[in-house]
């Protein structure tokens, strides 16, 4: 896909010429003095006249008219050189690689350069380039009938820079490029509808996923998961003809299997409700309920690329929420693999029950850090709205690494409060040691207070994705539909992890 060269060649041949243009006095000083030479000067007066802006996401094609060997030059326009951030440029490259998508370009050259500044290297705007290149041309094909046309996406980048570490740019494509993919492999995930992608389709998948990177793979079948005691999770699962499965993913980058990173993903592949039955409008989308066991699966395909010297277990609950006349209903007690027993007061809070069970079994593989992502609640939609991923923790220095994470990932995140008196309404039951859902107030919270119990003393962060695991429209890095939310903070977090005294 991506060629590095070192020398700018405006004789080339290529289907597009890929420039940058930052709002200063003299847009085609330095490097860019040459293209504009071969130009006679005309790109200039282009700029002048409007037809060439340089106003940050702004696009500009123009025809080279036989004038070097691209056929056309495409202008991103980058703003002031000292306001762009490595979010602002990764933007640019999305809304510049829709609009190549959309002119069918098969191949074409980028003058990677014209793209740095002092705070943001040629190996920075390696990886947003890379990134953004996948991010912003994914499409889930759907179920429609395909048409006769055949179809053109762009196969292969030449990239130039005078950088002295090309191998160092070769490497930011490379890992920019896996990010991408990643977070486009849990796009599909949760795009895919829940007849489609059942509990156990999930668990091929990871599977495959485990064969491709040589991950420890374990699934376990309902009659193990009886065996273990799992019975928040069995109670979730009472209600399904598909039976459940847990999926367990172990990575080992370090010799000894210590400091082991627990990461959990919520695997509900289609949310009815339950006996707590959701409305007919609430009830469409549900497929996405298994967002959390997506985003760790694609962090997953990123670690097996980039081969972070970590540990990590990823687990996955996964199941269908259902009604039949065995489904578990409200004033239903039942007993988790912790030992802890629960009283269930609404079987839609069922995303939590999974997340019990399989935060004991992550703690059982020796996890000693957990991060557990769902989409529990739409309480956090509420409190933080569509674009804001709601984080609970029992302990700040891991918060605090997540949060770093999520920053250099361009994924908002948003840290609710954690107080004992959540804690306590989680833990009012007149006959069990928790309930699963205490009331409509400060939902997001007690949903997370939940899980705390379970992870116990172990250092713990919660991530609700309820808002930000789909967009309802296209944006820069997107189209509408799932976003891959917490993929490349996961993965990020996960590269970058430092063990904490605790």
Request: glycine letters at 10%; a negative charge; one cysteine or more.
């Amino acid at each position: 896909m991506f060629q590095v060269k070192k020398e700018l060649d405006l004789t080339a041949e290529h289907e597009g010429l890929v420039i940058g243009l930052f709002d200063k006095p003299e847009k085609f000083s330095g490097h860019l003095a040459n293209l504009d030479e071969s130009f006679n000067g005309q790109l200039t007066e282009l700029v002048k006249s409007g037809d060439i802006s340089a106003k940050l996401k702004s696009i500009s094609k123009v025809h080279s008219l036989e004038k070097i060997g691209a056929k056309r030059i495409w202008f991103v326009g980058l703003g002031k050189e000292k306001e762009l951030s490595f979010d602002k440029l990764r933007e640019a490259f999305g809304k510049l690689f829709k609009e190549v998508k959309g002119s069918k370009l098969t191949q074409a050259a980028i003058y990677l350069d014209s793209f740095v500044t002092d705070e943001l290297d040629a190996l920075d705007a390696a990886h947003a380039l890379s990134e953004a290149c996948e991010l912003a041309t994914y499409q889930f094909e759907g179920y429609r009938q395909k048409s006769n046309e055949p179809e053109k996406r762009l196969e292969s980048l030449t990239v130039y820079s005078a950088s002295d570490e090309e191998e160092g740019v070769k490497a930011s494509l490379t890992v920019g490029y896996a990010f991408g993919k990643g977070t486009n492999s849990a796009r599909t995930l949760v795009n895919t509808p829940g007849n489609m992608l059942t509990a156990n389709d999930l668990a091929n998948y990871a599977a495959e996923l485990g064969a491709k990177y040589d991950f420890e793979v374990e699934i376990l079948d309902k009659a193990d998961i009886e065996k273990l005691g799992m019975g928040a999770f069995l109670a979730v699962n009472q209600g399904s003809a598909e039976p459940p499965k847990m999926i367990v993913l172990k990575y080992q980058g370090k010799e000894e299997w210590k400091d082991v990173i627990g990461l959990v993903g919520k695997g509900i592949t289609f949310d009815t409700g339950g006996y707590s039955i959701k409305t007919k409008a609430g009830i469409v989308g549900m497929k996405t309920d298994m967002g959390g066991a997506a985003a760790v699966l694609g962090a997953m395909e990123i670690i097996g690329e980039i081969k972070p010297e970590q540990n990590v277990v990823a687990v996955i609950p996964s199941t269908d929420n259902m009604i039949s006349g065995g489904a578990f209903k409200p004033d239903d007690v039942i007993t988790s693999m912790s030992g802890k027993t629960i009283e269930v007061l609404n079987t839609d809070a069922e995303g939590r029950l999974v997340l019990a069970d399989a935060v004991t079994y992550a703690k059982h593989h020796g996890a000693g850090y957990l991060v557990d992502v769902a989409t529990l609640t739409g309480g956090v939609i509420t409190a933080l709205g569509l674009h804001t991923t709601g984080a609970m923790t029992n302990y700040e220095p891991l918060y605090e690494q997540v949060l770093e994470a999520s920053m250099e990932a361009g994924e908002q995140m948003w840290q609710l409060p954690l107080f004992e008196s959540e804690k306590e309404r989680v833990r009012n039951s007149a006959v069990a040691d928790l309930n699963n859902s205490p009331g409509r107030e400060g939902h997001a919270i007690v949903a997370g207070a939940f899980i705390g119990e379970f992870a116990e003393g172990t250092p713990w962060v919660h991530l609700d994705i309820a808002g930000t695991a789909t967009a309802s429209k296209a944006h820069d890095l997107g189209p509408a539909g799932a976003t891959g939310a917490m993929v490349r903070t996961l993965a990020l977090f996960v590269e970058r992890f430092e063990p904490i005294e605790k």
